[in-house]
């Protein structure tokens, strides 16, 4: 891939999450905002490329780190929204 | 397996990402958006460590389970009270993961190549990934340990200050630009004589962000949260410039799109501006004398007795509640009030600041922690007309949310941010410890208004009261 078509990738997922995130209401804004938060743990994809490839025991050592931080950011994330969705739905359905 | 394969399951996850935030548009599907979103995580991981046979396997199943454990940990523990502090926390680790993920990918290719090897377009990646992420680590460990108490909240704000900020801004871009510009420069020079400066930038980075948040005041934690959120997610996507990695760029520019999106609603409620955010300490000197002046003698204490008297012949009743119903968990005290008032034939409803709370949406949160159905939580522009047509509105634990002086007086620090309209009502209920000021150090006129009484003490306290006496009252 080259720069410019990742670049493609960047703009046209810029635009279909502005429209997407727009509609979610603000009661809902919390869970979204650690489930993004999860999302953003993504990066732990790169985290584990580099812990497995690595080369030089620095670049694992660094890898290692950033797996645990990563995966802290994605599995607390998402279930700390969880919680707080299951809340919402309990709520919503008692009454 | 071919190449394209990983890219088509790449794809597959990506889809799964966006399909999971349309389902967050309504409460009814959220819940199960939240699950596809996370199906697409462990599909994205699944397949990367197959495809890329990870060297020690052991080191990443340990790395992965010591990860996994500490994010189950806190997220089973946490408060929801506390919950912004854990979101900032987690926005962090994100940021640090990616400055990481950057560094040890150009340490990577020391061993192999001179600086002449490498494409531009990795170093320029690597670069902006150390900077945003390294800001966004160190920035929300700041803003966390203000949320949570550790780091003082107060918002200061000197020359010296900026002068700071904007010379580490410059000493990271410097380096930055030095490591993207040198390959072409000196030609094939060995790596590890120009990879220091990804260092300095990632220290001058860090720094930047830890000058950035500290002079920030508690008030405007909202909005750097959601800011540092944003952060998170476009360091992930300029990983995924640098590993040439598609799904961590659809996916980080989703997050960073959603942060930014949440700012820009956390700066309109506010009437704040970005630059007025990270700029400007919110008014922290209000004179003394003229608050003695305002409240001297025009303050009308009540009691739950007679609050409950005022609810007996209520037909609407709106509850605003602010943070300090949230710190003195008093949610489940007033759910039950709400509901008890409901069950009377009396319309109650909850009428809902936008930045009530600690970060967007969090009020909602907590209510809904305590029961309190979707459908009482009433928005801002949807509760404010409807306060003429309400007999009582109780104020437990809201204090800037519900100042008139934000649309009296042009030079105060809160003027123009929208607020909810509480003394449009017959009767309103202010129940508070004392007088004291909100997190914007603004006196509030409303307390002083002849409708207005005040009902001191502890939210929880108090409102647990004042379930106990209605529910005499109407048996």
New interface residues.
């Given amino acids: ?1 080259t ?1 410019v078509e ?1 670049l493609t ?2 703009v046209l ?2 635009f ?3 429209e ?37 025991t ?3 050592a ?31 359905s ?2 | 397996m071919p190449a394209s394969v990983l890219q088509f399951i790449y794809l597959v996850s ?1 889809v799964l ?2 399909q ?3 389902d ?5 599907t ?2 199960r ?3 596809i ?2 199906l697409g ?1 462990f599909i ?2 699944l397949v ?2 197959l495809w ?5 396997p052991l ?2 199943l ?3 389970v ?3 454990a ?3 940990w ?3 523990t ?1 408060e ?1 009270t506390e ?1 912004p502090q ?2 900032g926390l ?2 962090g ?6 400055a ?2 950057a ?3 150009l ?2 290719q ?3 190549g001179t600086s002449a090897t490498l494409p531009v ?1 990795l170093t320029a990646s690597a670069a902006l990934a150390g900077l945003i992420g390294a800001v966004t680590f160190w920035g929300s460990l700041v803003a966390a340990g203000k949320l949570h108490g550790v780091v003082g909240d107060s918002p200061v704000s000197t020359n010296v200050g900026h002068a700071l900020k904007g010379l580490f801004f410059l000493v990271a871009v410097a380096a930055g630009l030095f490591l993207v510009v040198q390959p072409s420069l000196l030609g094939s020079v060995p790596l590890a004589e120009w990879i220091p400066s990804f260092w300095v930038l990632v220290v001058s980075a860090s720094l930047l962000g830890i000058f950035l948040v500290v002079p920030i005041g508690g008030a405007d934690m909202p909005v750097v ?2 800011l540092l ?1 944003s952060y ?2 476009l ?3 300029t ?21 930014l ?2 700012t820009v ?1 956390m700066c309109e409620s506010m009437n704040r501006s970005l630059t007025n955010v990270f700029f400007g300490g919110l008014g922290a000197d209000s004179d003394s004398e003229d608050v003695d002046d305002m409240y001297e003698g025009n303050i009308t204490e009540t009691s739950p007795e007679e609050v409950t008297m005022l609810l007996e012949t209520a037909g609407r009743v709106v509850v605003v509640p602010g943070y300090g119903m949230a710190v003195a968990q008093a949610q489940h005290a007033v759910a039950e009030l709400v ?1 008890l008032l409901d069950e009377n034939g009396i319309d109650a409803e909850f009428g ?1 600041h ?1 930045v009530a709370g600690r ?4 009020m ?2 907590l ?9 009482k ?1 009433r ?1 801002l522009e949807e509760v404010n007309p409807t306060f003429s047509q309400t007999d009582v509105v109780i104020v437990t634990g809201a204090n800037d949310v519900v100042n008139p002086l934000a649309n009296e007086d042009d030079s105060s620090p809160i003027a123009g941010m929208p607020i909810l309209n509480v003394s449009d009502a017959q009767m309103v209920i202010v129940n508070k410890r004392s007088l004291s000021t909100g997190f914007s150090g603004v006196p509030n006129p409303l307390f002083a208004e002849d409708n207005t009484s005040m009902l001191f003490g502890d939210a929880k306290g108090t409102m647990q009261e004042l379930v106990t006496e209605y529910k005499e009252a109407t048996n």
Wanted: aromatic share 6%; proline share 3%; hydrophobic share 50%.
């Fill in positions: 891939m720069f990742n990738l960047f997922a810029a279909v999450g502005y997407i995130i727009t509609k979610i209401p603000t009661n809902l804004h919390t869970p979204l905002m650690s489930g993004a938060n999860a999302i953003s743990g993504i990066t732990l994809l790169g985290s584990v490329v580099v812990a497995g490839s690595g080369s030089t620095l670049a694992t660094l890898g290692f780190l950033a797996v645990v931080m990563a995966t802290i950011n994605v599995v607390g994330g998402y279930l700390v929204s969880h919680f707080m969705l299951e809340q919402f739905s309990r709520g919503g008692n009454r | 990506g990402f966006i999971g935030l349309r967050m548009t309504h409460p009814r959220a819940t958006g939240n699950q979103s996370a995580m994205a991981v990367t460590a890329f046979e990870i060297l020690s080191v990443l340990a790395a992965l010591v990860g996994g500490i994010g189950t806190l997220a089973v946490v929801t919950m854990l979101v987690f926005n680790f994100g940021g640090g993961a990616s990481l993920v560094g040890a990918e340490i990577d020391f061993t192999t377009g949260i959601a959120n998170s997610g360091a992930a996507a990983t995924g410039f640098v590993l040439n990695n598609t799904v961590l760029i659809i996916a980080g520019t989703l997050v960073g799109a959603s942060g999106i949440l609603i509901e809902i936008p970060m967007p949406g969090h909602n949160a209510l809904a922690e305590a029961d309190v159905p979707y459908d939580m928005e």
